[in-house]
């Protein structure tokens, strides 16, 4: 500031009530903490996470190379297990009715992740002591794999070429072939 001038007016609204104190974290973690506890406790000996879920790719190019958990399983990937959807929702098993399988790959892994789960499932009597049981938290987890990848060094041909300049030409090539193949049409 410069001379004996006003300070400019800024606008600078008053902000009662704007802030967002956190005095409250420690009791809230306590509060979610016992929170989990509870519902575990309600749900045993089930798993704590909840229904087996399939294994899935992520959607659009972006993602697609991942896997995530699904929704649930399609009714043709119980079929192959010998289970029907009702059934399945009883034994901790997540159904989708509405999904489809479009790869084989992913429909043999999920019947596999299927039998998987029926193999180490138990299924206890009514009366039957339920103290001789664990929980765990998920009952089949999604196992994400790395995907590894071949590499090469690069021969000298290969230096030599310009990657630049062969998209570039392409490129152009692209572009003008109508123009050329209606030439030769004319000049034929």
Known sequence: MRHNNPLPLQHRPK??????????????KARRRTTRQEKARAVFPR?????????VPGMTNLHNGKVRSGRGFTPAELKKCGLTAPY????????DLRRTNKSEAVFERN?????T????????????DKKAFTQV????????????????????AEKKKCAY???????????????LAKKTEESE
Request: charged share 35%.
């Open 15 to 28: 902000c009662h009530g704007m802030y967002k104190l956190w005095f409250n974290q420690a009791g809230r």
């Open 47 to 55: 798993p704590v996470d909840g229904a087996v879920r399939p294994a």
């Open 88 to 95: 399945a929702r009883t034994i901790g098993i997540a159904v």
């Open 111 to 115: 019947v596999k992740r299927l039998q």
């Open 117 to 128: 789960y029926m193999d180490r499932l138990v299924i206890i009597k009514k009366g039957e």
């Open 137 to 156: 938290r998920v009952a089949l987890p999604v196992v994400r794999e790395d995907r590894v990848f071949e590499t090469r060094e690069i021969s000298d």
């Open 165 to 179: 300049s062969i998209t570039q030409g392409r490129r152009k090539m692209q572009k003008i072939r109508g123009r």
